[in-house]
Structure formats: structure tokens, C-alpha cells
């Protein structure tokens, strides 16, 4: 249990159409994180929200990317017309208790074939 | 801008030797310092985390690591390393807005 779960695990999804992932925060956090890890590579930050305000979004989330987070909990994060180094574990995380560093969700796994 | 560098991609060492993996950050002020671990399959975890005082800190599983700012390193060591440690392992630093910057990750691998 890593206190954030992500929906779905895996997604493979052909190469022009739109996927949406969820993240569901166990417990309340005000802050909620997206990031992307290619393979071999390490995290990078994407966005994040405090509450329903998106507040910095990363050079890489291009405008075919869009995050919400409708009422402060769960996020969602979509990708319109996919292409293939879309391909990407795509990370959630919550701050940890009233300190720096996060913990993470499982991650979705996206493949665009 | 901050950055985070691990110089070794790949690592192997016997069960039972010692272990140290090197990071090297940039970051104008004080870092926030973070080491994760990550199995195959798995989620990050969270090994542990350095803020400020004592420069040698420790972690879950018997890691420990000693932030150094005059070489800007933040190195993760373990005396004995166990079969179950084989992972790949990031270190990361931290800015405002509880940013992380991760480096590209040290592969270990354990011989039996």
C-alpha cells in the first residue's frame, strides 16, 4: 500500500487516440504531483496541483497533455492523439507528512504502439 | 537550475560486500536530498532524506548517506549488501514548491 493509488496499471493504446489516467490519493493532500519516467531514466516533474489550482507545468507537458484535479482529491491526466515516445510510466505522488520528498503511486504504465 | 548526477549507470558487487553509490547535485541553495529506491515492476520508495543537521543520516533497510556540500555529493552507502537490495536506485534534490530533480539512476546488481 504506497498511499496513492493509480488506475489503470497498464495501458497499451494505438498510436492518434486519447488516454486518460487516474490518481487517487489515500489520505487528503493538498499538493498532488505528476511525473513521467522513460525507460531507464529517472522521474521527471511534469505538473502539480494545490487543490484544484494547477500550478507549474513542465516544458514537457506539451498541449496535447492535461491534468485536472476537479475537486481538490483524485487527479486525472490525459493525453489527446498519443504518439509513441508517449510511452512512459507516468508517476503520481503525494507530499509526505509535512516534510519534503513525496510518496508515489505504483504508476501507469503507458505503451503507444 | 538544479541537477542531479549519478556516474555510475550500472553496478555489481558480491552478497555481503560493501556499497556506494555516488551522486552529485547542483543547486544554488541549501539542497533537500533524497534517495529512492526502485524495484523491478515496483514503485518508488523512499530510502531516506536529508534536510539539514547532521550530515550523515539514515535510512530504511540499512542505508545511511553522508552529504557532503563542500564536493556537492550526497552518497548512498550500505556496509552489507543483501541479495534483496538488486534495484535501481535515484538520487534526487529538491527546490521550491517541493520540486524533485532526479539523476538518471544507478542499476545494482548482487552476485550471489
Known amino acids: 500500500d504506497t498511499g496513492v493509488s493509480q488506475d489503470p496499471r497498464h495501458k497499451i493504446t494505438k498510436r492518434g487516440q486519447n488516454v486518460t489516467f487516474r490518481c487517487d490519493p489515500i489520505?487528503?493532500?493538498?499538493?498532488l504531483y505528476w511525473y513521467r519516467q522513460t525507460l531507464g531514466q529517472g522521474p521527471e516533474f511534469l505538473t502539480y496541483?494545490?487543490?484544484?489550482?494547477?500550478?507549474?507545468k513542465s516544458r514537457l507537458l506539451s498541449d496535447r497533455f492535461s491534468a485536472e484535479r476537479p475537486k481538490g482529491s483524485f487527479s486525472t491526466l490525459e493525453i489527446q492523439r498519443t504518439e509513441q515516445g508517449d510511452s512512459a510510466m507516468y508517476l503520481c505522488?503525494?507530499?509526505?507528512?509535512?516534510?519534503?520528498?513525496?510518496?508515489f503511486g505504483s504508476g501507469t504504465r503507458l505503451t503507444v504502439v | 537550475a538544479q541537477s542531479v548526477t549519478q556516474p555510475d549507470i550500472h553496478i555489481t558487487v558480491s552478497e555481503g560486500a560493501s556499497l556506494e553509490l555516488r551522486c552529485n547535485y547542483s543547486?544554488?541553495?541549501?539542497?533537500?536530498l533524497f534517495w529512492y529506491v526502485q524495484s523491478p515492476g515496483q514503485g518508488l520508495q523512499l530510502l531516506l532524506k536529508?534536510?539539514?543537521?547532521?550530515?550523515l543520516v539514515q535510512g530504511i533497510k540499512g542505508f545511511e548517506a553522508e552529504f557532503k556540500r563542500s564536493q556537492s555529493s550526497f552518497n548512498l552507502r550500505k556496509p552489507s549488501v543483501h541479495w534483496s537490495d538488486a534495484a535501481e536506485y535515484f538520487c534526487?534534490?529538491?527546490?521550491?514548491?517541493?520540486?524533485?530533480?532526479f539523476g538518471g539512476g544507478t542499476r545494482l546488481m548482487v552476485k550471489p
Open positions: 534526487a534534490v529538491g527546490r521550491a514548491g517541493n520540486m524533485l530533480t
Open positions: 543547486y544554488g541553495a541549501t539542497p533537500y
Open positions: 505522488a503525494t507530499p509526505l507528512e509535512g516534510e519534503w520528498g513525496y510518496t
Open positions: 536529508y534536510f539539514s543537521g547532521d550530515t
Open positions: 489520505s487528503e493532500h493538498n499538493r
Open positions: 496541483f494545490q487543490n484544484e489550482a494547477q500550478l507549474e
